[in-house]
Nanobody, 123 residues
Framework: VQLQASGGGLVRTGGSLRLSCGVS????????MAWFRQTPGKEREFVSG????????SYADSVKGRFAISRDYLKDTVSLQMNSLNPEDTAVYYC?????????????????WGQGTLVTVSS
C-alpha cells in the first residue's frame, strides 16, 4: 500500500487549503484513511479520519466545523478541506491508513503512512 499526499502550501489566516492523498495497492475496501499533523517538538496528532467503506467520519475537536474529510472512489483519493485556517494549524500533515472500519486516533494504530506535506498559515 502506498499513500501519496499533496496540497500543502502557504496561506494567510482565515484562508483555505485542500489536501489530497492518493491510495494505491489496496485490495479491499475495509480500511480507514486518516490525516495527522505534527509540529517540531510535538507529538504527531490525529486530525480527521474516514472509514472507506462506510464513510463514517471523525474529527479532532480543534478542527471540527472548519475541516472536512471526504473520499473519492473513482480516484482512490481522500481529501481534507481546511477552512478558516489559523497559525495553530501550521504543521506537516500526513495521511495514514489502517485495516478495518474502526476510526482510531492513535498514531500506533496506523501502519501505512504517506510522506508529509507542509501547511504554513501566516498571521
Amino acid at each position: 500500500v502506498q499513500l501519496q499526499a499533496s496540497g500543502g502550501g502557504l496561506v494567510r489566516t482565515g484562508g483555505s487549503l485542500r489536501l489530497s492523498c492518493g491510495v494505491s495497492g489496496r485490495t479491499s475496501t475495509n480500511y480507514v484513511m486518516a490525516w495527522f499533523r505534527q509540529t517540531p517538538g510535538k507529538e504527531r496528532e490525529f486530525v480527521s479520519g474516514i472509514s472507506w467503506r462506510e464513510g463514517v467520519k471523525s474529527y479532532a475537536d480543534s478542527v471540527k466545523g472548519r475541516f472536512a474529510i471526504s473520499r473519492d472512489y473513482l480516484k482512490d483519493t481522500v481529501s481534507l478541506q481546511m477552512n478558516s485556517l489559523n497559525p495553530e494549524d501550521t504543521a506537516v500533515y500526513y495521511c495514514a491508513s489502517r485495516e478495518g472500519r474502526l476510526l482510531r486516533s492513535g498514531v500506533g494504530e496506523y501502519i501505512y503512512w504517506g510522506q508529509g506535506t507542509l501547511v504554513t498559515v501566516s498571521s
